[in-house]
């Protein structure tokens, strides 16, 4: 990587995770087979943002029971979110919206981890009444 700037390069091998909440400026990911990590996520409020708004891609977690997700890539430490709809572009071609997280080692949250749980319900539950 280079710089702050998240980066993936070709050959570089990608799998899909599913989310937890970020809060804290915490993230965990597991994969299918339940391999889990926890990551720090130095712009957290960007992810934040984000999630429980119904905008991330989602990976069946059981018959009827989703969860947001993303593509890892745990050696540039890099999440990849793909958005949840596409989109219409100028020539008529669909496009999923998308964007990269840089990621880093675990640290100790921080003190926003209340703060931004309640942040993440709140988005929740607006976006469940809208639909």
Same mark, same amino acid.
């Given at each position: 990587?280079m710089g702050d700037?998240?980066?993936v390069?070709?050959?570089d091998?990608a799998?899909? +995770? ?12 597991? &994969?299918g ?5 926890l990551?720090s +996520?130095p &712009?957290?409020?960007? %992810?934040?943002?984000?999630q429980?708004?119904?905008? %991330?891609?989602?990976s069946? @977690?059981?018959?009827?029971?989703? +969860?947001?997700?993303?593509?890892? +890539?745990?050696d540039r ?7 949840r709809?596409p989109?219409?572009t100028?020539d008529?071609?669909m496009? %999923?919206?998308?964007?990269?997280v840089r ?6 949250p921080n003190q926003?981890t209340i &703060?931004?749980f @309640?942040?993440? %319900?709140s988005?929740a539950i607006r976006?469940?009444?809208?639909r």
């Open positions: 990587m700037e998240p980066a390069e070709a050959g091998i799998s899909t +995770v599913m989310l937890s909440p970020c809060v804290g400026g915490l993230l965990r990911t597991w &994969d087979s339940n391999d889990t990590t990551w +996520v &712009d957290a409020d960007f %992810l934040l943002s984000r429980g708004s119904g905008m %991330l891609g989602r069946l @977690r059981e018959e009827g029971r989703f +969860v947001e997700s993303g593509l890892l +890539v745990p430490q890099t999440l990849m979110q793909r958005g709809f989109t219409q100028d008529g071609s496009q %999923l919206d998308g964007s990269m990621l880093e080692p675990a640290a100790a926003f &703060d931004d @309640r942040t993440l %319900l988005q976006h469940c009444i809208s």
